[in-house]
């Protein structure tokens, strides 16, 4: 089980995450099914929650399985949520489902990351696109926004920096702003520090194919340029706080020279 602890009130978290999903206390009490001078009284602490209430402001305000622990913890009840090592035999079932996912999406390229986005798996096709990238971002634990947005990463290469650039640092606000999570926060810090061109390169092509639809991934390699478009899985209604931060970040060819270019490098490997 988590051993989290919080000296703050429960009353303090709850009203934190009320105005993080930016609802009113008359929009939570309504989804609750609670009256609005209760709701007062439980954030300001003139009342104390049971466990159960605990757990359906949370539900309401969906607040993730980690922090959910937290709450349970201000208002004085033991955590719920477990966290196990993947490697957990309680896990295997998770951890096949996750390897069978990324075997099977071979010959494009699959990975799995934990909340913080650091390398969990990655299927076969990963490794030949990240050739040349420094030894040292490819050290565990190995960091994907990182690896992507690093002068010595794959920054380089990708032929669209500025606009992948501009799909992970929103992606990585939206995740700050569902979580809150101080580590994502210095994360984005840092990747906005990096260099970054000013609008697109003139290695660009037309994307109006793509315009709307998806953000492609143009990457260089030896011979032309992949397009990629990804798709990202999470697992439904976990009740294991590691399963629950495990998402799996598919690539598909966003053409048919990119499908060849993929089959063409798996045949290498094999």
């Known amino acids: 089980m988590t051993t989290t602890t919080s000296v703050r009130p429960v009353g303090d978290h709850l009203r934190e995450w009320r ?20 709701l007062s ?18 539900e309401r305000l969906d607040v993730p399985l980690r922090e959910r622990n937290v709450l349970l913890v201000a208002a004085g009840f033991a955590p719920i949520f477990p966290e196990r090592p993947l490697g957990d035999p309680a896990l295997q079932a998770a951890r096949r489902a996750m390897d069978l996912v990324l075997a099977g999406h071979e010959p494009y390229p699959a990975l799995a990351v934990d909340r913080h986005w650091t390398l969990v798996a990655a299927n076969k096709a990963v490794s030949p696109l990240l050739a040349g990238i420094d030894a040292s971002l490819l050290r565990p634990p190995v960091n994907v926004l990182r690896l992507s947005l690093h002068p010595s990463g794959l920054a380089p290469r990708i032929a669209n920096l500025a606009e992948w650039r501009g799909h992970l640092l929103a992606r990585l606000r939206h995740q700050i702003d569902v979580s809150a999570d101080p580590v994502l926060q210095a994360l984005l810090r840092e990747l906005r520090d990096y260099p970054a061109p000013a609008r697109l390169t003139s290695r660009e092509p037309d994307q109006s194919e793509h315009a709307g639809v998806v953000v492609p991934l143009r990457l260089v390699i030896d011979g032309g340029v992949l397009a990629l478009f990804s798709t990202t899985t999470v697992f439904g209604t976990p009740i294991d706080v590691t399963v629950s931060e495990l998402a799996l970040e598919s690539f598909f060819p966003a053409d048919a020279a990119t ?12």
Not at 21 to 28: A, F, K, N, P
Not at 41 to 58: C, I, K, N, Q
Not at 259 to 266: I, K, Y
């Open 259 to 270: 499908a060849h270019a993929l089959r063409q490098l798996a045949d290498e490997q094999s």
């Open 19 to 38: 105005q993080r999903r930016r609802m009113s206390q008359l929009d939570l009490a309504c989804e609750a099914d609670i009256s609005t001078k209760h």
């Open 41 to 58: 009284f439980l954030e300001t602490g003139r009342a104390l929650p049971s466990r159960d209430m605990v757990m359906r402001l949370a």
